[in-house]
Every structure is written in C-alpha cells, then in structure tokens.
C-alpha cells in the first residue's frame, strides 16, 4: 500500500514550484502573501486542495483518536517530497505520533517527543505491531476477574460494575508491563475507555479522545436516563486490534521493523532533546498547543488514571497570551535548529485562534526567524469538514473549513 522509498528527496525551492503550479484535485492554487510579526520579507501562502480524505486511504494503524490529531495525509505530503528512506523525521509535540507512524510506514526513521508520556504509550506499540494471534493468546491469559470489588467507585458513572473490575483487572494485568503484547493491549485499552457506541468499554459519553469529568457524565446520563451496560473488555479489545492491524500486511511489518530499530520516542519538553544528534534530522512535521484552545489536561485524565500517569506531573504548554506561545515557540524552534540538517525543513502547522484576531503562522514565523531559519512559505489545505469530522477532533475549527496553516521554514 505504501511504497517506501519511491520519492526522491527534493530541494525546497523545487515544492515552491510544485505548489504554484499544483492542481492535482482539480482547482489551482491561490499565491498570496503574509508578514512575519514584527515585520520582515514578505513570505508566500499557498492556497489549495493539496491533500483530501477522498485521496488514498490512512493505513489502519493511525486509527486511534486524539485531541486535535492532524490527518496522516499532513506529514505524508511533505515526507513523500522532502525525505528518502533512512532519513529521521522529527516531531517535538508527537500526540498520538502521526507524523512518526507515517514516516515509519514509508521507511523514514521517526522520532520525537511529547511532554505527556500518554504519547508513548498510544505510538510505540503501533511502531511495532504483534499478530492478532498474540494478541488473542494474551488476552486469555489475563485473569479478568483478578480484582473482585473495583477500587474506582467514582468511575461508575462510566462504567458497569462487572466492566469496571474487568478494567481495573487488566490495568493490574498490563498498566506498566514491558511487554510488547501487553503495550498493544494497553495502547488498545486507552483507547476503548470511553466513546459513544457499543464498541467503548463505557456507556454514551463524548467521543474518546474527551473524556468528561465524573459529574458531567453524571448529567449525560441523567439526561439520557441511561446507566451503563455491561461490557466485554476483552472482546472489544480484540475487534478494535483487528481493525488496526487491518493493513498490517508483511511489507508493513518488515518495513516498520526496519526503521523501529532506530526510532528515539521521548517523553518530554519540544524545546529539549538531547538524544537527537545535532544536525541528524532531515525534516520536521509538527503541530504546537494553540494558546490555550485545547483543554489537553481534562480531555486525557481517563486516560492517564488508565497508563497511572498524574496529569498534574504533565507540564502541557498552555498559553493565554500570545508573547508568552512566541517565546515558547522560539525555544522549541532553537532547539529544531539545533538538530535540523542543513537543507532540512520544518513544517509547523497552526490553526485559527481568537476568531481569526491573532495569526499564529505570522508569530511562527517570527519564531523560526528567530531561531536561524529562513521563512519559506504557508500552505494552506482548503478541505470542508463534516460535523463529524470536527466532532473527533480531526481539526480545531468548530467552523466547516479547514483555516489551519503550516509554516514552511529551511534550515540553511
Ligand atoms: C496539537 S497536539 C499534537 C497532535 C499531533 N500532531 C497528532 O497528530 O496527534 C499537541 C501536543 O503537544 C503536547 N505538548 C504540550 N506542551 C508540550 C511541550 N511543552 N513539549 C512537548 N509536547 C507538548 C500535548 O501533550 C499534545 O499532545
């Protein structure tokens, strides 16, 4: 499904030219021009349909939900044309790590970090996908009835009494397990805690990746005059492992294999890495907190309780004021700097705040100015969304279109 490492790495002046002239899904593309803040150069924008859902399907893995997670089409794009095989990509704000699995799903070496350890455990275990027979096998293994009285009263709000001790029993089972196995059934696990359908461990509630506080669910289910079925864990842990490993087929595996080998996934701050060789990545495709816009902290607390991960310990930047996101972008941009190979490129994608009053990608680029790089360009993705789609949290924008920008920058 993926080859690998068809594309040659091109130069960037090259994609001004592709962007220019790009009309792949039909429409061409609107130039126009933007100013870094504090002024400078002006720097082009790209406006266009570059990438679309209708376009060629994600790879199975990638599905698992998290807030303001971009589309695996995102990094695809610029690894597809900036990067061979072997090449490191980087990413300083991984969330679930789109930009990592698809980079390792076309043969480039990922790598990365987020302050919320939560990253490593949805990304790792996708970096390394088990059969579904030892997933099965594993799971009648686990002793679902280990714990007989669930500890977590409060959560039975979510839950069915018998689903709550079977969750509880197998966070015993694999909560800190090295196990690859157990790390599949965790990474699994996080992501069935809560959702709205029969296939979540959890009555009707938000979508998975916003878990709601105890006593807001207690007015769902108030509302809905509901109380929480009974659920099979293990059952809906194995449908949801078929689903991922759906596209897992031998030329997957052998290529993820390949490249996990090498891959650095951090827990940590964007602006420090010091596993990552200076000089030694050949692109960067991110994506920071906007300001405050995304509560990262409340939507993933389940979660955390689930992984024995104290939200409080997650210093996530969160931002009100737009000095403070520059200067913290400035330090993540340094740091980019530091480890960027000359010629290598950073694309840094950022949506609309303040109702359009405050152009993130204008502070951004002041940043990697700031930091040594050249402004390159922003390209816009024109795309309409469907309810649903902003529903899961594919993007920020509560309107119908895709306003986020990415902030092309080259490390000279
Ligand atoms: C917009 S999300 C990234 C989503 C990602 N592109 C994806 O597709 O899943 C931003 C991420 O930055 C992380 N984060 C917040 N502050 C951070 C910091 N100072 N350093 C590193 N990561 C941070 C959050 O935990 C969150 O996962």
């Not at 694999?174 to 709205?196: E, F, K, Q, Y």
């Not at 931002?319 to 480890?339: G, P, S, Y």
């Not at 390209?379 to 594919?394: D, P, S």
Request: proline share 6%.
């Amino acid at each position: 499904m993926f080859t690998a490492a068809e594309a040659r790495r091109r130069d960037v002046a090259e994609l001004h030219e592709e962007l220019r002239g790009f009309r792949d899904f039909g429409s061409t593309s609107a130039v126009g021009s933007t100013e870094p803040t504090g002024g400078g150069a002006p720097v082009p924008t790209y406006a266009n349909e570059f990438w679309t859902a209708k376009q060629r399907a994600a790879h199975s893995l990638h599905e698992v939900s998290y807030r303001a997670c971009f589309k695996p089409q995102l990094p695809r794009f610029f690894v597809e044309r900036l990067t061979e095989a072997g090449d490191l990509v980087h990413d300083p704000f991984l969330g679930r790590g789109t930009t990592a699995l698809e980079a390792a799903l076309c043969g480039r070496v990922p790598t990365g970090t987020d302050v919320n350890p939560l990253s490593r455990v949805l990304l790792e275990p996708r970096l390394r996908p088990p059969t579904r027979e030892q997933v099965a096998s594993r799971l009648e293994r686990i002793d679902f009835g280990a714990v007989e009285r669930p500890g977590s009263d409060e959560l039975l709000v979510f839950y069915h009494p018998d689903t709550l001790r079977e969750i509880e029993s197998l966070r015993l089972a694999v909560g800190d397990s090295d196990d690859p196995v157990d790390a599949w059934i965790r990474m699994v696990a996080v992501n069935r805690l809560t959702g709205h359908s029969p296939g979540f461990f959890s009555v009707y509630t938000l979508p998975p990746n916003q878990a709601v506080s105890v006593a807001a669910q207690h007015k769902i289910n108030e509302r809905r005059e509901q109380t929480p079925p009974r659920r099979d864990v293990a059952k809906l842990i194995l449908r949801k492992s078929d689903s991922l490993l759906a596209h897992c087929d031998v030329e997957t595996r052998a290529r993820l294999a390949t490249v996990a080998k090498r891959a650095r996934i951090l827990t940590g701050e964007g602006a420090s890495s010091p596993d990552i060789a200076p000089g030694s990545v050949s692109l960067v495709v991110t994506s920071p907190p906007f300001l405050d816009v995304v509560q990262y902290k409340a939507d993933n607390w389940l979660r955390c309780w689930f992984c024995g991960i104290d939200p409080d310990q997650v210093s996530i930047t969160h931002l009100a004021k737009i000095e403070a996101w520059q200067a913290a972008m400035t330090d993540v941009m340094r740091e980019l700097h530091r480890i960027v190979r000359p010629g290598g490129v950073v694309a840094f994608e950022v949506g609309e705040v303040r109702g359009g009053k405050v152009k993130l990608e204008e502070v951004a680029l002041r940043a990697g100015l700031d930091a040594g790089f050249a402004a390159e360009f922003v390209l816009i993705n024109v795309q309409q969304f469907t309810k649903t789609a902003n529903c899961w949290g594919v993007d920020n924008n509560t309107k119908g279109t895709n306003s986020n920008r990415i902030v092309v920058l080259a490390r000279r």
